[in-house]
């Protein structure tokens, strides 16, 4: 609902009459109950509505845990209309990976406007034009603000050895990303409902010539407003 948020913990949490909310530094009325699924995950019920396209700070105060230890949890929070056509835009894509390391893709939000991740896919077009291999961005809800970066990979973790500079608290891990073939492709990213808020066809030939190697090297837009 507009004015509901689910949160999930590494662990149960007690749900008890000792919290409190604040919403962008002014409490708020809420009800919180545990999640049907799992003790762990906890629904908050506000008193009033989230606001639209909107990035806010909810607080919760005076949570425990069942062993007794008791935490402030801030979270940005926002209630996110779906992705459009230009919301997003495809910065960097790596094809021709190195060693262990996986292709990846790094996205910006150019929009205005908070944009919710888990309602975005990664894909690609095949040999018909048709988009396949599908991979969503995220299960859970995970807020890309405005001007805000973000590297899709399966191997964080390699990716961040390899490329020492990088930053990885931008990094999100998928379980799989669609295969990028070595010498040119399409790659693509789409609402759920498959379609197109932006997409790249890139080609090896795209790199400069004199480089040694191709391998690890990535493609960079230089400019946000060129397709």
């Known amino acids: 609902g507009v004015n509901t948020v689910s949160i999930t913990f590494n662990e149960p949490v007690v749900?008890?009459?000792?919290?409190?909310?604040?919403?962008?530094?002014?409490?708020?009325?809420?009800?919180?109950?545990?999640s049907k699924e799992s003790e762990r995950a906890i629904c908050?019920?506000?008193?009033?509505?989230?606001?639209?396209?909107?990035?806010?700070?909810?607080?919760?105060?005076?949570?425990?845990?069942?062993?007794?230890?008791?935490?402030?949890?801030?979270?940005?929070?926002?209630?996110?209309?779906?992705?459009?056509?230009?919301?997003?835009?495809?910065?960097?894509?790596?094809?021709n990976p190195e060693g262990d390391c996986s292709d990846y893709v790094e996205l910006v939000n150019i929009s205005g406007k908070p944009i919710d991740l888990s309602s975005v896919v990664l894909c690609r077009r095949n040999a018909?034009?048709?988009?396949?291999?599908?991979?969503?961005?995220?299960?859970?809800?995970?807020?890309?603000?405005?001007?805000?970066y973000v590297l899709l990979?399966?191997?964080?973790?390699?990716?961040?050895?390899?490329?020492?500079?990088?930053?990885?608290?931008?990094?999100?891990?998928?379980?799989?990303?669609?295969?990028?073939?070595?010498?040119?492709g399409v790659v693509v990213v789409a609402d759920t409902a498959l379609n197109v808020i932006d997409e790249f066809a890139y080609s090896e030939r795209m790199h400069f010539r004199m480089l040694p190697t191709f391998d690890g090297v990535s493609l960079e837009r230089i400019n946000f407003n060129e397709s």
């Not at 069942?66 to 919301?87: H, M, W």
């Not at 990885?168 to 669609?178: E, G």
Request: hydrophobic share 40%; proline share 7%.
């Open 15 to 34: 749900v008890g009459q000792g919290f409190s909310i604040m919403l962008d530094n002014r409490r708020v009325e809420a009800t919180l109950k545990h």
């Open 153 to 184: 990979c399966s191997t964080p973790e390699v990716i961040a050895l390899i490329y020492p500079r990088s930053n990885p608290t931008n990094f999100k891990k998928l379980r799989s990303m669609p295969s990028l073939p070595n010498d040119a």
């Open 128 to 148: 018909e034009g048709k988009l396949d291999e599908r991979k969503r961005v995220s299960e859970t809800s995970f807020i890309l603000r405005p001007q805000e």
């Open 44 to 95: 908050i019920i506000l008193s009033r509505d989230l606001e639209l396209n909107v990035s806010q700070l909810l607080v919760i105060a005076d949570v425990a845990d069942y062993s007794g230890n008791v935490f402030t949890l801030p979270i940005q929070v926002a209630r996110c209309e779906p992705p459009v056509k230009g919301d997003l835009t495809i910065n960097e894509v790596l094809f």
